[in-house]
């Protein structure tokens, strides 16, 4: 009896930690309306080809005092900076990211142009073969694009883009970003499974992934 207990728990706690060795996919989606009210994303449109993610969450902790002692450590999410590097950019990848106006076949940048708010997925590889998923629900790629170009010495010297956004809690209910690792996933996780198959098609929502 103890043995077959303990072999179950051995394998309700069984904890997969796999290294990220890649990164692809990434996707963007316009959100609709994010408020008090509701949270609605377009439809995810395909990103360039993606080279690397680079995510920053950043949190503040905040001590309160009493009885020459710390009574209590507050935590606050602060937001999450993004930089994408990827091989290139459209000009109609352009006008979706920073709110520039495309059109005729031109590009035209303003100073009053805004970048829109935006849904980003992607996903990273484990070197077990194996996809971590994942969603950032709202923010803007308002800091602009690095980019650089140089003359042909010899050979040729492909060079890339980065982009930086700040991402941030959605209104309605304070999330930020929802993700699947399918090296943990167990035989009860079926809405979870359902979701990987088709990441990219929607902003997924938990409670409403298999939908």
Do not use: H
Request: aromatic residues 10%; hydrophobic residues 35%; negative net charge.
């Amino acid at each position: 009896m103890s043995e077959t207990v303990t072999q179950l728990s051995e394998t309700v706690t069984q904890i997969v930690r796999s290294r990220t060795c890649g990164c692809r996919d990434f996707y963007i989606a316009k959100t609709k309306q994010n408020d008090a009210t509701g949270y609605v994303a377009g439809v995810p449109v395909k990103l360039a080809r993606a080279i690397k993610a680079k995510v920053d969450e950043k949190w503040t902790s905040e001590k309160i005092y009493s009885d020459d002692g710390t009574e209590e450590v507050i935590n606050s999410y602060e937001g999450t900076d993004v930089e994408l590097e990827v091989n290139a950019l459209a000009p109609q990848d352009r006008a979706i990211l920073f709110g520039q106006l495309y059109e005729n076949g031109f590009l035209v940048k303003s100073s009053d142009d805004k970048a829109p708010e935006v849904a980003i997925g992607w996903r990273e590889r484990k070197l077990n073969g194996k996809y971590e998923f994942k969603w950032l629900y709202a923010g803007k790629f308002a800091e602009g694009i690095s980019e650089e170009a140089s003359t042909k010495e010899g050979k040729l010297s492909p060079t890339t883009k980065s982009i930086k956004g700040s991402f941030y809690e959605r209104s309605i209910d304070n999330l930020y970003e929802i993700s699947v690792d399918e090296s943990n996933l167990v035989d009860g996780d079926t809405d979870a499974k359902t979701a990987i198959k088709n990441w990219f098609s929607k902003v997924q929502e938990k409670d409403s992934a298999a939908a």
